[in-house]
């Protein structure tokens, strides 16, 4: 995939986020009739857009000349709200302090962050925590952030009439600093808009989120998913598609599946292979091809695969049995499938039925649990495949 890496740099308008139509009508809306709510939560699941959507509507409320739909995009102000520079837009966000340096704010890590957002609007936690640690640790917002956010909302406003302070996975504050933002919720200086996104609500304090109006945001639909793929990235309409419908709504997840599209191609190709060697044996007694399916044992326990390949193989295909068991209903609206294994599933569905599905997932989640332990693999595998053997026998 290659990204247009300057599809997303300068400005954050409305149009750049996908879909979110209605909530873009709701966000303008408060702008032209100046009702804008002092504290608004936006939540709903990872990967839909609601981070890049909250920049996109600071920008709005602070442009100096907006459209009818959208920021202008020219002014001062979008052109500062492009780079994550504007004087009167203040970010707080989980951080991971260092051993070495321990009192960190979120200032500290601006740079970082501008450079995520540059490089990609629509990022998750893991990568935000991956880009400022090297590792996927779990971030925290610390006390001495709730004293910058007081700080901050005390400061008269440089450029624009609001102040925004954008704040992204409040349930990743502790509770001191939960509390500290609590107290300026209940009287917010004058012009002061506080922005909350989050991924979990459930786990925000219930003071807070009493004094916050929710905006739930929706998950996106399969076109608007495809169609943002097929434009912003060189894939087809036909992968682009096939990826939005296994997405669930999240373009994340739709990103992250185009990522895995080669290995999950290769994990096809292995599980096609042992279910082809596996009926043979079972169903026409050719003991001869036994030696074929020692041979696929061998590779799948090479140390090229590794045993997270493995791991990763064998949930594959325990996500294939499921939907090639499924795929006997007739629901197309029910499989997540790509076009190559839909077209496989065609002649191998009827072979995965009531009597054999479950014990076909046991066998593999079994295998897994297995070179979790370090079992051999090599034992492993071919066990396995003698037991598929006996599963797919009419």
Excluded at 69 to 78: I, L, M, T
Excluded at 91 to 101: A, G, R, T
Excluded at 131 to 141: P, T
Aim: proline fraction near 4%; glycine fraction near 4%; charge should be negative.
């Amino acid at each position: 995939m290659n990204i247009e890496n300057n599809f997303f740099r300068q400005v954050m308008l409305f149009s750049q986020v996908i879909g979110q139509e209605e909530v873009k009508k709701r966000l303008i809306r408060t702008v032209k009739e100046q009702k804008i709510p002092h504290a608004q939560l936006f939540y709903g699941p990872e990967g839909i857009g609601k981070l890049p959507l909250a920049i996109a509507y600071a920008q709005y409320i602070c442009c100096e000349h907006p459209l009818e739909n959208d920021a202008c995009g020219v002014c001062p102000s979008c052109v500062q709200f492009g780079k994550l520079a504007h004087p009167d837009l203040h970010f707080v966000f989980p951080i991971i302090k260092s051993e070495k340096k321990k009192l960190l704010v979120c200032d500290d890590f601006m740079d970082s962050f501008r450079q995520i957002f540059a490089e990609r609007i629509y990022f998750s936690q893991n990568d935000w925590y991956q880009k400022i640690s090297g590792e996927a640790k779990q971030g925290m917002i610390y006390t001495s952030e709730g004293d910058e956010i007081i700080r901050k909302v005390n400061l008269m406003t440089y450029e624009s009439r609001y102040k925004v302070m954008l704040i992204w996975l409040p349930e990743r504050m502790n509770d001191q600093c939960a509390n500290k933002l609590l107290k300026v919720l209940e009287e917010p200086p004058e012009n002061t808009i506080f922005l909350l996104v989050s991924n979990s609500p459930e786990e925000i304090i219930a003071t807070i989120l009493s004094r916050t109006q929710q905006v739930k945001i929706p998950r996106l639909s399969n076109e608007e998913i495809a169609e943002a793929l097929v434009s912003r990235y060189q894939i087809s309409e036909n992968e682009a598609a096939n990826a939005a419908q296994i997405s669930e709504g999240s373009f994340l997840k739709a990103l992250a599946l185009m990522d895995e599209h080669n290995v999950n191609r290769e994990n096809f190709e292995h599980f096609v292979n042992i279910m082809r060697l596996a009926w043979i044996v079972g169903n026409k007694g050719d003991y001869a091809s036994l030696k074929k399916i020692r041979q696929w044992s061998e590779e799948m326990a090479a140390a090229s695969v590794g045993r997270e390949g493995q791991k990763k193989f064998l949930s594959y295909a325990q996500r294939m049995i499921r939907e090639n068991f499924i795929f006997n209903l007739h629901q197309p609206e029910l499989n997540f499938m790509t076009s190559f294994e839909k077209e496989f599933s065609v002649g191998f569905a009827p072979f995965i039925n009531e009597t054999n599905a479950e014990d076909m997932m046991n066998e593999f989640a079994l295998a897994e649990r297995h070179i979790e332990q370090n079992v051999n693999s090599k034992m492993v595998f071919f066990d396995l495949a003698l037991k598929i053997t006996k599963l797919l026998k009419k």
